[in-house]
């Protein structure tokens, strides 16, 4: 099947600092990548759309400027989490969208951030 | 207010149950409705549910939707202890094809 990689699975960093998030098809082309963040015991919750070659959409309380979003290939969206605080330590997931595969949408292994 | 609604949140049972979970929706332009199980952190797809009335089938596992009512229901026969997870329903709507995730039901399934 599809395969997404998301790295780092895991990231521990100092407040004030910036942390950057890769996500990356390895077997098919995605236009279209999505970013989700999760806390505890709760659902998945849409960050924002990444399309290739454009800006991201961010979603309604997302701040741009914090979670900045690029897709420069078909293959790789990144996330980088600037000026880190603790409130941003959360699970974050992205996911890719196969269209070979009727759409169908494809999880990275998510990347666990904690800032202190 | 929430657009994708799953029932129970949470559900426990014995090994060898059948267990039925349930994802109401109301979304505007639907175009699909995804399961996911998620267990230790990633979700892993299951099923896509476009038309209403046709049953997927995995194995122990079965999905069917209903456009009219908006729902759908995952079904797991004979379950088993790898079946404990949180199962995840989204749907996917608008011409962005933006994808709405329920908050999840927990199963648990005790030998």
Same mark, same amino acid.
């Given at each position: ?29 995605a ?14 919750m ?28 078909l ?7 600037t ?34 | ?30 175009r699909?409705? &995804?399961?996911?199980?998620? =267990? ?6 299951? @099923? ?7 049953e +997927? ?30 199962? &995840?329903?989204?749907?996917? =709507?608008?011409s962005?094809?933006?994808?709405? @995730? ?7 399934? +005790?030998?």
């Open positions: 099947g599809a395969v997404v990689s998301q790295h780092p699975s895991r990231v521990i960093c100092k407040s004030g600092t910036s942390v950057k998030i890769e996500c990356r098809s390895l077997d098919f082309q236009t279209t990548m999505f970013w989700y963040r999760q806390f505890p015991k709760q659902s998945l849409l960050m924002a759309t990444s399309n290739e070659g454009s800006k991201a959409t961010y979603e309604q309380g997302v701040e741009k400027d914090k979670f900045l979003i690029n897709h420069a290939s293959t790789l969206s990144t996330l980088t989490v000026s880190a605080h603790p409130e941003d330590s959360s699970f974050y997931i992205c996911s890719a969208r196969d269209r070979r595969r009727d759409e169908k949408l494809f999880f990275g292994s998510g990347t666990q951030l904690s800032v202190l | 207010e929430d657009k994708v609604v799953q029932s129970p949140l949470s559900l426990v049972v014995h090994e060898g149950d059948t267990v039925t979970l349930n994802c109401s929706y109301e979304v505007t332009n639907f699909s409705l &995804l399961w996911y199980k998620q =267990e230790k952190k990633a979700p892993t797809f299951l @099923f896509m549910l476009t038309s209403s009335g046709i +997927k089938k995995s194995g122990r596992l079965s999905s069917i939707l209903d456009k009219k009512e908006l729902f759908s229901i995952l079904n797991i026969t004979a379950t088993q202890t790898g079946d404990s997870a949180v199962y &995840l329903c989204a749907v996917i =709507e608008g962005q094809g933006n994808l709405i @995730f329920g908050k999840g039901t927990k199963l648990s399934v +005790k030998p």
